[in-house]
């Protein structure tokens, strides 16, 4: 049965807005209470955080300077619970400080074999990899969907557009390895991307290539007109 959000334990409110309305949706108090879970018998933890906060005139900058011994000085924040709220912010300025990641616009076949090489060229095993892109094709995400033995990997689809649909794709490559070297489609190759791509037209997720990577040189589907 559905519970309306003002009938949640208070503890819970926001984890739940969180989930239902996104980051963003969410006081700096709130973000606070989901680190340290739980506040004390007398007030929630987003009303323990509004009191942490208010004592830094609601700046996080100011409360990121707050040593531990400083933050266990405010009843219910035990040690855990200051290392967390230290941690997080300390993440933050961390982040702050890195610079901007260009993301690898993807141009041509010979793109996605600089990216993927590295990772997957000299591998004595198979590995299936896809790479999401933007509506700019450049690549959000990576990642590994299966790993197999030396002649081949089984492929989910479902997992595959599970992640798509996770980091808003609108576009994804396929690309695996061949550890023989052999530079060939396999008729299981040809029809797993057959069956992706056909997959992707329902979901308006286009399949833009498949490339097969060996240590030195890749097969593109698309440069060999199988698309």
Same mark, same amino acid.
């Given at each position: 049965m559905?519970?309306?959000?003002?009938?949640?334990?208070? %503890?819970?409110?926001?984890?739940?807005k969180?989930?239902?309305?996104?980051?963003?949706?969410?006081?700096d108090?709130?973000?606070?209470?989901?680190?340290?879970?739980?506040?004390?018998?007398?007030?929630?933890?987003?009303?323990?955080?509004?009191?942490?906060?208010?004592?830094?005139?609601?700046?996080?900058?100011l409360?990121?300077?707050?040593?531990?011994?400083?933050?266990m000085?405010?009843?219910g924040?035990?040690?855990?619970?200051?290392?967390? /709220?230290?941690?997080?912010?300390?993440?933050?300025?961390?982040?702050?400080?890195?610079?901007?990641?260009?993301?690898?616009?993807?141009?041509?076949?010979?793109?996605?074999? %600089?990216?993927?090489?590295?990772?997957?060229?000299?591998?004595?095993?198979?590995?299936?990899w896809?790479?999401?892109?933007?509506?700019?094709?450049?690549? /959000?995400?990576?990642?590994? /969907?299966?790993?197999?033995?030396?002649t081949?990997?089984?492929?989910?689809?479902?997992?595959?557009?599970?992640?798509? $649909?996770?980091?808003?794709?609108?576009? /994804?490559? $396929?690309?695996?390895?061949?550890?023989?070297?052999? $530079?060939?489609?396999? %008729?299981?190759?040809?029809?797993?991307?057959?069956?992706?791509?056909?997959?992707?037209?329902?979901?308006?997720?286009q399949?833009?290539?498949?490339?097969?990577?060996?240590?030195?040189?890749?097969?593109?589907?698309?440069?060999?007109?199988?698309?």
């Amino acid at each position: 049965m559905y519970t309306p959000i003002n009938q949640w334990a208070e %503890d819970d409110r926001p984890r739940e807005k969180f989930l239902l309305k996104g980051k963003s949706s969410l006081s700096d108090s709130e973000l606070l209470a989901i680190l340290i879970g739980s506040g004390s018998r007398n007030e929630s933890a987003v009303q323990l955080c509004q009191r942490i906060l208010a004592s830094t005139q609601n700046n996080l900058n100011l409360l990121g300077k707050l040593s531990i011994q400083q933050l266990m000085n405010f009843k219910g924040i035990g040690e855990a619970k200051a290392i967390s /709220i230290a941690a997080a912010l300390e993440l933050g300025r961390r982040r702050r400080e890195e610079e901007v990641i260009e993301l690898k616009k993807i141009s041509s076949s010979k793109a996605v074999f %600089d990216i993927m090489q590295p990772i997957i060229g000299e591998l004595p095993h198979e590995e299936f990899w896809v790479l999401l892109l933007n509506n700019s094709n450049k690549v /959000i995400y990576k990642n590994q /969907i299966s790993k197999g033995g030396i002649t081949g990997t089984v492929v989910d689809t479902r997992i595959v557009f599970k992640l798509a $649909l996770e980091h808003n794709a609108v576009a /994804i490559i $396929l690309t695996h390895n061949h550890p023989s070297g052999k $530079l060939q489609a396999s %008729d299981a190759d040809i029809q797993i991307t057959k069956k992706i791509k056909e997959a992707g037209k329902s979901l308006d997720i286009q399949v833009l290539d498949h490339v097969i990577i060996t240590e030195k040189s890749y097969y593109s589907f698309v440069d060999e007109g199988i698309f």
